[in-house]
T-cell receptor, first 112, second 114 residues
C-alpha cells in the first residue's frame, strides 16, 4: 500500500521561478516528514525535514509546508536553479518506527 | 571514506543465482537500513539494524532475502535464487540511532537479473 504519494512524476520550471513539489500521505500516525534529493547514479541526500508540531520549516531557498488536516506537504524552491534538477523524494515516519515510507519521487527539471 | 559505501555498484546475474550486496556505513552510525527502488517505484524499506538489537525484518519481501550485520558495522544483503522482479537499485543508509535522525545513503547497487 502506498502510504506516501507523489502524484506528479515530473515537473519542469524556468530558472528563477518557484518550484512546488507536492506529497500526500494517508497514515495519520506519521509525524515526521523529510525531503530527499537524488541525482542520477547517486544515493538520495537529505534536504529538509519537518515535524508535525510545525507547519513550516525554511532553509535558504527551500521551504517545506505541512498541512496535517489535509495530510499534505509541499516543498517550495525559490528561486529555482538548474542545479536543482534532480528527483525529489518525500518520506514520512511515525514516532519510534523504523519503517520510513517514501513516495515514488518527482523529477524536477529547471530550464536555464 | 566519509560516506556510506556500497559494493558492487552494478551486478548482472542470471535468474536462480544468489547475490550478495555489501554496505559500509559511516563510522559511528549504529543504525543501518536497506531499501530497494524498483523502476517507477518509491524507496521500499527492507530491513533495519540498530546496534546489537534484533533486526527489524518486516520489509523483506520474501524468505529469499536475508541480511547480516557483522560487528555492528558492515552489512551484507543476500538474495537467494534471484528472480527477474528482484531487479532494482538496492540502497543502504546509516544514521545515529535516535528516531528522526537523518539517514545518509550510499550510491546504491544496481542489480539486473536476466
Amino acid at each position: 500500500d502506498q502510504q506516501v504519494k507523489q502524484n506528479s512524476p515530473s515537473l519542469s520550471v524556468q530558472e528563477g521561478r518557484i518550484s512546488i513539489l507536492n506529497c500526500d500521505y494517508t497514515n495519520s500516525m506519521f509525524d515526521y516528514f523529510l525531503w530527499y534529493k537524488k541525482y542520477p547514479a547517486e544515493g538520495p541526500t537529505f534536504l529538509i525535514s519537518i515535524s508535525s508540531i510545525k507547519d513550516k520549516n525554511e532553509d535558504g531557498r527551500f521551504t517545506v509546508f505541512l498541512n496535517k488536516s489535509a495530510k499534505h506537504l509541499s516543498l517550495h524552491i525559490v528561486p529555482s536553479q538548474p542545479g536543482d534538477s534532480a528527483v525529489y523524494f518525500c518520506a514520512a515516519s511515525a514516532w519510534g518506527s523504523n519503517d520510513m515510507r517514501f513516495g515514488a519521487g518527482t523529477r524536477l527539471t529547471v530550464k536555464p | 571514506g566519509a560516506g556510506v559505501s556500497q559494493s558492487p555498484s552494478n551486478k548482472v546475474t542470471e535468474k536462480g543465482k544468489d547475490v550478495e550486496l555489501r554496505c559500509d556505513p559511516i563510522s559511528g552510525h549504529t543504525a543501518l537500513y536497506w531499501y530497494r527502488q524498483s523502476l517507477g517505484q518509491g524507496l521500499e524499506f527492507l530491513i533495519y539494524f540498530q546496534g546489537n538489537s534484533a533486526p527489524d525484518k518486516s520489509g523483506l519481501p520474501s524468505d529469499r532475502f536475508s541480511a547480516e550485520r557483522t560487528g555492528g558495522s558492515v552489512s551484507t544483503l543476500t538474495i537467494q535464487r534471484t528472480q527477474q522482479e528482484d531487479s532494482a537499485v538496492y540502497l543502504c543508509a546509516s544514521s545515529f540511532p535516535d528516531w528522526g535522525e537523518t539517514q545518509y545513503f550510499g550510491p546504491g547497487t544496481r542489480l539486473l537479473v536476466l
